[in-house]
T-cell receptor, first 112, second 113 residues
Framework: SQKIEQNSEALNIQEGKTATLTCNYT??????LQWYRQDPGRGPVFLLL?????KEKRKERLKVTFDTTLKQSLFHITASQPADSATYLC???????????FGKGTMLLVSP | SQTIHQWPATLVQPVGSPLSLECTVE??????LYWYRQAAGRGLQLLFY??????ISSEVPQNLSASRPQDRQFILSSKKLLLSDSGFYLC????????????FGPGTRLTVL
């Protein structure tokens, strides 16, 4: 089965620094990877999607990379703020009418 | 714009009791619909998904069932709840033509005692 692995340990960083979260996948490369943000007691919110043939995607302070050699996606938040504190989920999709496989998420804590 | 509703927001049920959680989507037609469960410390587990009325695919065998009586309505049910059914239940939808991105509802926190 296809797996998504995210660091289960929380990432603590200081406000203003760049946060980098890692998502590793197994077996073959997915058609795309997605990143979601989840606040406690809330449903996940979609942030970014990057396709297999894309190296990098940006949206405001967010940047996602897709490295098919390392089987890895990196999610960056530049100039992080305490409001960025949340759990970030990575998901792989196979395209077509397939479903998503989610990782367990990594909690990010940004301190003032 | 599209919105997704789930109710109830929280639910406390005794073991062996029935369950019915409802999800409705507004502002879109023929969406793909999904039910997930998120247990404490665990990831999102896909339970069921549907690509159309009456079409249900089950990902994990269990004592839960799902139904889609209308295009934008998705219901999660159980005849007899188990302690292990406790968790955070999330409904999500995606466009049928481009199922890449999923949009989640606010969730239902279920506690089985």
């Amino acid at each position: 089965s296809q797996k998504i692995e995210q660091n289960s340990e929380a990432l603590n960083i200081q406000e203003g620094k760049t946060a980098t979260l890692t998502c590793n996948y197994t077996n073959y490369s997915p058609a795309y990877l997605q990143w979601y943000r989840q606040d406690p007691g809330r449903g996940p919110v979609f942030l970014l999607l990057i396709r297999e043939n894309e190296k990098e995607k940006r949206k405001e302070r967010l940047k996602v990379t897709f490295d098919t050699t390392l089987k890895q996606s990196l999610f960056h938040i530049t100039a992080s703020q305490p409001a960025d504190s949340a759990t970030y989920l990575c998901a792989r999709g196979e395209g077509g009418y397939s479903t998503l496989t989610f990782g367990k998420g990594t909690m990010l804590l940004v301190s003032p | 714009s599209q919105t997704i509703h789930q109710w109830p927001a929280t639910l406390v049920q005794p073991v062996g009791s029935p369950l019915s959680l409802e999800c409705t989507v507004e502002g879109t037609s023929n969406p793909n619909l999904y039910w997930y469960r998120q247990a404490a410390g665990r990831g999102l587990q896909l339970l069921f998904y549907s690509v159309g009325i009456g079409q249900i695919s089950s990902e994990v065998p269990q004592n839960l069932s799902a139904s889609r009586p209308q295009d934008r309505q998705f219901i999660l049910s159980s005849k007899k709840l188990l302690l292990s059914d406790s968790g955070f239940y999330l409904c999500a939808w995606s466009n049928s033509g481009s199922p890449d991105t999923q949009y989640f509802g606010p969730g239902t926190r279920l506690t089985v005692l």
